[in-house]
C-alpha cells in the first residue's frame, strides 16, 4: 500500500537530495577562487572535486546495503550528519590538502544517505505513482544543477570562498527536522551481515575510482597498475562472493535483465560525455567572456527551466510510449546540445551556448523518468536500498570517469593549442596564463590563452558528441519494446512502516 503521508515524504526526501547535489555543484563556481586564495593548482581543483566522488562511489553499495539492513531513515540520517559536520570543517581549511580531506568526508557523508532518497520512494509509493513520483525527484536532481552555482555565485560576490561549505549547514538542519517529523523507518527482510562482501565492494570500487581518476595525470605508472589490478581482482570477488553467498548484499541477478543492464550502460556514457561541462563552462563564462560568479550562475537557467519543462513532459509521455522510445529521443537531443557546444568560436558568446544548456535541458528532461524507471523497476523492494546505491554508484563512476578524462582532454587541449612561444607558467591553466598576462601586460598572451582554452573545450565537446551519439545506438539496439515489468515481492519480504 501507498503511505497516507507520501507526498510530504517527497517533499522532505527531495529537500535532502537537494543538499547532496547543491553541495556537490555550489563548487564549479568556486574553483577561481581556490585557484587565487587558496594556491590550489589545477591537480589539486581535480582532487577537490574527486575526493567526494572517490569516497561516494566506494561507498554507496555498501551504504545501500546497510540502509536495507539496518534502517533506510537512520541511513539518511546519519549521512547529512556526516556531511554537515564536515562541510563546517571545510570553512576553516587553509591548505588545498585539508579541503580536499573535508570533501572526501562528506562524499562519506553523502554516499550514507544518497540510496535513502530513491529507495524510500520506492517503498512509500505504488507502481501506478512512482513514475510521478521519480520524476519529481529527478527533477530536483537538476535544479542543484543551477541552484548550486547560483548560490554559489550569490555567495562568492559577497563572502569569502568558505561561505560555499558554511552553507550546507542550515540546509542540512532543515532536511534532518522534515526526515524527523514525516519520513517513516522501513527496512528490507532480515538477513546476515556480508562484511566479505562489503570489504570486497569498498576496496574494490575505491581503487577501480581512484585508478581512473589518475591515470590521464600520472599514465600507466606503477600505482595505477597496482590500482586497476587490484581493482579487477577485488570486484572480480565481489561478484564471485556475492554468487554463491546465502545472504548476498547485492542481487547479481537484477544485471540479467537486459534492459537494467543496457539502460546502466547508455547512462554511464551519457553522464561521461556530460562530467565535463560544468568543468569547462564555469571557466569559459568567467575567464573567456568575463562574467562575474552571479552572472556565470545565471547562464546556466536555460538548462534548468528546459529539465523542469520536459522532465514533466518526459514523465507525461511514459504513459503513451516506451522507455526504450524516450531514452533514444532524450540521448540524441543531448548529441546534438554537445555538437552545437563544440562549434562555439571566439566571436559567438553567450547565445549559442543557450542554445546548447537549452538543448542538453530538453534531451535530458526526455530522457531521465524512463530511464530511472527502467532501471528501477528491474530492482525488487526489499532491496530497494542497495538498488538505489548501484543506480547512484553506475551514475558516479561515469562521472568520476568523465571529469578524470575528459578534464585531462581539456587541459592537454589548452596546452597543444597555446603558441609556442607562451612562457610556459601560462602553459599550467588559462588561469595562470591570464595571471601572467595581467602582470606582464601582454593582451596578446591573454587572447591566446583564451583562444587556446576554447579550442580544447571545443574538442573534449566534439568527444562528448560521440559518446552521446554511441549511447543512443546503443540504447536503441539494446532495449526492448516495452520495458521489463518490476520484480514482484514476495509476500512479507518487505516490512511495513514504522512510525518515526
Given at each position: 500500500m501507498s503511505h497516507p503521508r507520501r507526498w510530504w515524504i517527497l517533499g522532505v526526501l527531495c529537500t535532502a537530495l537537494l543538499v547532496l547535489t547543491v553541495d556537490?555543484?555550489?563548487l564549479t563556481l568556486a574553483i577561481p577562487s581556490f585557484m587565487r586564495e587558496l594556491g590550489?593548482?589545477?591537480?589539486?581543483?581535480?582532487?577537490?572535486?574527486?575526493a567526494y566522488i572517490l569516497v561516494f562511489a566506494g561507498m554507496l553499495i555498501t551504504a545501500g546495503s546497510l540502509s536495507d539492513r539496518f534502517g533506510r531513515r537512520r541511513m539518511l540520517i546519519l549521512g547529512l550528519v556526516v556531511l554537515g559536520a564536515a562541510s563546517l570543517l571545510a570553512t576553516f581549511a587553509s591548505e588545498p590538502w585539508q579541503l580536499i580531506a573535508c570533501r572526501a568526508v562528506m562524499g562519506l557523508g553523502g554516499a550514507l544517505?544518497?540510496?535513502s532518497t530513491m529507495s524510500i520512494v520506492i517503498v512509500v509509493f505504488e507502481e501506478s505513482e512512482r513514475r510521478k513520483a521519480m520524476s519529481v525527484w529527478g527533477m530536483v536532481s537538476i535544479v542543484g544543477l543551477v541552484a548550486g552555482p547560483t548560490l554559489g555565485g550569490l555567495l562568492l560576490q559577497q563572502f569569502w570562498w568558505g561561505a560555499v561549505f558554511l552553507v550546507n549547514v542550515p540546509l542540512v538542519v532543515a532536511a534532518l527536522i522534515g526526515v524527523f517529523v514525516v519520513?517513516?523507518?522501513s527496512r528490507g527482510p532480515a538477513r546476515r551481515a556480508d562484511p566479505a562482501g562489503v570489504l570486497l565492494s569498498v576496496v574494490g570500487m575505491a581503487a577501480l575510482v581512484w585508478?581512473?581518476?589518475?591515470?590521464?595525470h600520472e599514465g600507466w605508472s606503477a600505482p595505477v597498475i597496482v590500482a586497476l589490478g587490484g581493482a579487477v581482482i577485488m570486484l572480480g570477488g565481489f561478484a564471485w562472493w556475492e554468487a554463491r553467498t546465502e545472504h548476498p548484499m547485492l542481487p547479481l541477478g537484477t544485471f540479467r535483465n537486459r534492459d537494467f543492464t543496457v539502460a546502466a550502460l547508455s547512462v554511464v556514457l551519457l553522464v561521461f560525455s556530460t562530467a565535463a561541462m560544468q568543468l569547462a563552462l564555469t571557466q569559459f563564462l568567467q575567464l573567456v567572456l568575463g562574467y562575474g560568479a552571479m552572472t556565470a550562475a545565471l547562464a546556466f537557467v536555460p538548462m534548468a527551466i528546459a529539465v523542469l519543462v520536459f522532465n514533466v513532459v518526459g514523465a507525461t509521455l511514459g504513459k503513451r510510449l516506451s522507455n526504450k522510445t524516450l531514452i533514444v529521443a532524450g540521448m540524441l537531443v543531448v548529441a546534438a546540445a554537445q555538437a552545437v557546444l563544440a562549434s562555439i568560436g571566439p566571436g559567438d558568446g553567450y547565445p549559442l551556448l543557450a542554445v546548447s544548456l537549452t538543448?542538453?535541458?530538453?534531451?535530458t528532461g526526455i530522457a531521465s523518468p524512463s530511464i530511472y524507471a527502467t532501471l528501477m523497476g528491474a530492482i525488487p523492494r526489499e532491496h530497494a536500498g542497495v538498488g538505489s546505491a548501484v543506480n547512484d554508484t553506475i551514475q558516479q563512476g561515469g562521472t568520476a570517469m568523465g571529469v578524470a578524462v575528459l578534464g585531462s582532454v581539456l587541459s592537454l587541449g589548452y596546452t597543444s593549442a597555446l603558441p609556442e612561444s607562451a612562457p610556459e607558467a601560462a602553459r599550467v591553466s588559462l588561469t595562470d596564463a591570464l595571471a601572467v598576462a595581467a602582470a606582464t601586460g601582454s593582451d596578446g598572451l591573454a587572447q591566446a590563452a583564451r583562444e587556446a582554452f576554447l579550442s580544447s573545450m571545443s574538442l573534449?565537446?566534439?568527444?562528448?558528441?560521440?559518446l552521446s551519439v554511441a549511447g543512443t545506438v546503443f540504447a536503441l539496439v539494446g532495449l526492448r519494446r516495452p520495458a521489463a515489468p518490476a520484480a514482484p515481492v514476495e509476500q512479507g519480504k518487505e516490512e511495513d512502516y514504522a512510525t518515526p
Open positions: 556537490n555543484m555550489i590550489a593548482g589545477p591537480a589539486d581543483v581535480q582532487w577537490i572535486l574527486d544517505a544518497m540510496p519520513v517513516p523507518e585508478a581512473i581518476i589518475s591515470l590521464p538543448l542538453m535541458g530538453v534531451g573534449v565537446s566534439l568527444v562528448a558528441t560521440v
